[in-house]
């Protein structure tokens, strides 16, 4: 069901569905954009409801009263209710962005993606580092290159040192989907494997002639989100967090005579392309809003999420095999 674009001096109406810290930052982006209206929030905790209404100007409702009232919202509960939460947000004409990954399970998120197809709903899932604006600027210089392997770091303690929540769909997850959509395929094959009780893992995945290694870690005492592409032209460093990317190229050695001593010197030439910095959140929820008003596709589409939940399912699944006798410890992804 896309939208009335004739009734285009009237805002989106928007809602976010489970208020918690994710949550509360998808209430103050829309409270903020121009042309939105934070119609309203739900929560199961109706104290930390009204609490983030009242902060940001919206109205603290129950969840089906909420959906009456809005055009879009933002599902940001806990994974194990996303399947249903999002079924009865599709089934109110409701369009949804939901946080990653799509679903608990990839049959899930196959019928709610064929359930906004048949409606004619954006459904978009929350891989919000698709949005930082180093990895936008990093997918464009790609397509140039002649790829040869990317390596990502997802490292740190939690901030909240109690949580303790599965390392490879919590944060690995994002750069399973960030390698995929730069290499606009999915892995051929797969293999993993992780210790101090799944709070640190390893991948290495395989895509014809491109492989890509991807690490989290729960246990590293520093924080780190980075990506380095190696390419027969260049190498870029991506750092995440300070949304920066540098190309290295041209590094080669050399030997100079400087008044008869013979001197070793090693050239490269660094580049740092510009980068529109900006919160990656922000430019997330203006995608989502926009494929909304055009009635188009969202940049991350249901497809993309599913695809990226059967890729960490595989990591996971071989992440926690103790089968001393599974020496390989590698499984090839389902065929596209």
């Known amino acids: 069901m896309s939208m009335d674009t004739t009734a285009s001096s009237r805002p989106i109406r928007a809602g976010v569905v489970g208020v918690g810290a994710m949550g509360e930052n998808h209430a103050r982006v829309y409270s903020e954009l121009q042309s939105v209206e934070l119609t309203g929030v739900t929560d199961h905790d109706g104290e930390v409801a009204r609490r983030v209404a009242h902060e940001y ?88 290159l002649d790829v040869i392997s990317l390596e990502a770091e997802r490292l740190g303690p939690p901030v909240d040192r109690t949580a ?53 870690s729960r246990v590293t005492q520093k924080k780190v989100r980075k990506l380095t592409v190696t390419a027969r032209e260049c190498l870029l460093e991506v750092d995440y967090l300070q949304q920066s990317v540098l190309i290295h190229r041209d590094s080669y050695p050399e030997y100079l005579v400087d008044d008869g001593t013979r001197r070793y010197r090693h050239e490269s030439v660094v580049e740092r392309p510009r980068v529109d910095n900006g919160e990656p959140l922000r430019h997330e929820l203006e995608a989502f809003l926009e494929a909304v008003r055009t009635d188009s596709a969202p940049t991350v589409t249901a497809e993309d999420g599913i695809e990226a939940l059967e890729t960490v399912k595989t990591i996971d699944a071989l992440v926690a095999d103790r089968d001393p006798d599974d020496s390989s410890r590698e499984r090839g992804v389902q065929a596209r």
Do not use: W
């Open 164 to 216: 303790r929540g599965n390392v490879v769909f919590d944060l690995m997850v994002h750069d399973v989907d960030i390698v995929d959509a730069m290499l606009g395929d999915r892995p051929d094959s797969v293999s993993a494997m992780g210790t101090e009780n799944g709070q640190y893992a390893t991948a290495t995945m395989v895509y014809d002639d491109v492989v890509a290694s991807v690490t989290a």
């Open 57 to 144: 100007g919206a109205t603290a409702l129950e969840f089906e009263r909420l959906l009456e009232r809005c055009d879009v919202v933002s599902v940001a509960v806990p994974t194990p209710a996303h399947y249903e939460t999002v079924t009865t947000c599709l089934e109110a004409d409701v369009h949804v962005l939901v946080e990653k990954p799509i679903a608990e399970t990839v049959e899930q998120g196959r019928r709610l993606a064929e359930l906004a197809r048949e409606r004619g709903l954006v459904l978009q899932v929350g891989h919000i580092e698709r949005f930082n604006p180093a990895v936008q600027t990093t997918t464009d210089l790609i397509d140039d």
